[in-house]
Each structure stands twice: as structure tokens, then as C-alpha cells.
């Protein structure tokens, strides 16, 4: 059983800095392409970026409201993906999910195959 | 960026009922196309992917049509557990997901 769990959420002032940490379980996590999907509260779903497994090359991509801002790492021998966010913004309050890719074709996935149950990242004065 | 427009905004309907929600997009997006399902406190969960292909345990009663810029989710009969919010995503070209569907009990 795949098992996804978020840590690292919090209270940060507009500016500030965080970083969120998924613990992955049940796959074969350095094959796995992982993704970070946000959810604003009250609103519906953002892609936020991917990253790559090393074997295809370890690449990283972004949405625009983050990319310059946020960067995705991962770790594979603690089976552990990151997300770290600078310059944080109002409007980067949300759940934040870590999903696994999957259903691929060439080099695209959907980025929602497996979710976790998400961190809470709140930016305020 | 392709947008989803999805409608409609909220479907009111009774237990055993049909349902159809509909995602179109702003561009062809051929059949990339997926539809989660997400319920209040819960993280979202793929029930369909490349317009029409059920994910392994997902029941029968919902199936997914469609290609180019539209697209339609179908649950043949609303099971309690089915209402919930829908949301359509699409992998054309990056990812951008619909601004989804609630179905909620009439």
C-alpha cells in the first residue's frame, strides 16, 4: 500500500521560509516521478511543480505563480521529497498534497495517481 | 495556459439518480484528460485518466467520454458515498485541473 505523508506545515510570516517533507512508503520511490499539488482554503486544485526520477534525469519543473520562489528536491535513500518555499506570499496559503505521477505518455503524467493527506501552510502577519 | 471550465457548478441529485458533469477545455487536449474525486477533509483520489479509463478499483457506475475540449464524467447511480466535489485535470500541455463540481444530496 502506497503511503504518502506530509510534514513541515505551519504559521510563516509574508516573506518567510518553509520547508515540507513527504515520507514515501509502498513504492519504488526512486523510480517514482512526485509531484506537489496545492489546494487553497475553500477553493479548488493548483498543480505547484514535479520532479523527476534521477534515472530520467532529475529534472524539476514549476507553475508560474511559484517557479523563482520554490524549489523541489528529493532524497532517495530516505525515500523523502521536499518542497521548499521562499519569498512566501499570502496567496501561498494552502493544503499542500505530495502526489506520485503516473499513466504516462512520452513525458507527460498526471500528477495525482497517489495523494497524501497533506500539510497546511499558513502565511500571515 | 488551457483552461477547464467545468459545469455545472453543483448538481443537486437523489441517491440512485444519474449523473453528468461535463469539463471543457479552453484548447484540445486530445484524450489527456483525468477526473478525481475529493470529499470535505479528504485528499482527492483518480478515478479516471486519458478520458475513459477507470483506475483499477474504481466501480463500474463511473465512466468518463470525451476528447479534443470535451469532456463528460458520468456515474450511472448516485451511491450515498458518491457526492463529493469533482475535479477535472488535464496533462496536454503542463497541468491545470477545472474549477470543480460539487454533487450534493437533493
Known amino acids: 500500500e502506497v503511503q504518502l505523508v506530509e510534514s513541515g506545515g505551519g504559521l510563516v510570516k509574508p516573506g518567510g521560509s518553509l520547508r515540507l517533507s513527504c515520507a514515501a512508503s509502498?513504492?519504488?520511490?526512486?523510480?517514482?516521478?512526485m509531484s506537489w499539488v496545492r489546494q487553497a482554503p475553500g477553493k479548488g486544485l493548483e498543480w505547484v511543480g514535479r520532479?523527476?526520477?534521477?534515472?530520467?534525469?532529475?529534472?524539476?519543473d514549476y507553475a508560474a505563480p511559484v517557479k523563482g520562489r520554490f524549489t523541489i528536491s528529493r532524497d532517495d535513500s530516505k525515500t523523502t521529497l521536499y518542497l521548499h518555499m521562499n519569498s512566501l506570499k499570502t496567496e501561498d496559503t494552502a493544503v499542500y498534497y505530495c502526489?506520485?505521477?503516473?499513466?504516462?505518455?512520452?513525458?507527460?503524467?498526471?500528477?495525482?495517481?497517489?495523494w497524501g493527506q497533506g500539510a497546511l501552510v499558513t502565511v500571515s502577519s | 495556459e488551457i483552461v477547464l471550465t467545468q459545469s455545472p457548478a453543483t448538481l443537486s441529485l437523489s441517491p440512485g439518480e444519474g449523473a453528468t458533469l461535463s469539463c471543457r477545455a479552453s484548447?484540445?487536449?486530445?484524450?489527456?484528460l483525468a477526473w478525481y474525486q475529493q470529499k470535505p477533509g479528504q485528499a482527492p483520489r483518480l478515478l479516471i485518466y486519458?478520458?475513459?479509463n477507470r483506475v483499477t478499483g474504481i466501480p463500474a457506475r463511473f465512466s468518463g467520454s470525451g476528447s479534443g475540449t470535451d469532456f463528460t464524467l458520468t456515474i450511472s447511480s448516485l451511491e450515498p458515498e458518491d457526492f463529493a466535489v469533482y475535479y477535472c485535470?488535464?496533462?496536454?500541455?503542463?497541468?491545470?485541473f477545472g474549477g470543480g463540481t460539487k454533487v450534493e444530496i437533493k
Open positions: 502526489t506520485t505521477d503516473g499513466y504516462c505518455s512520452g513525458d507527460s503524467c498526471y500528477s495525482g495517481v497517489d
Open positions: 509502498g513504492i519504488a520511490f526512486s523510480k517514482a516521478w
Open positions: 520532479i523527476k526520477s534521477k534515472s530520467d534525469g532529475g529534472a524539476t
Open positions: 484548447q484540445s487536449v486530445s484524450s489527456y
Open positions: 486519458d478520458a475513459s
Open positions: 485535470q488535464q496533462r496536454s500541455n503542463w497541468f491545470t
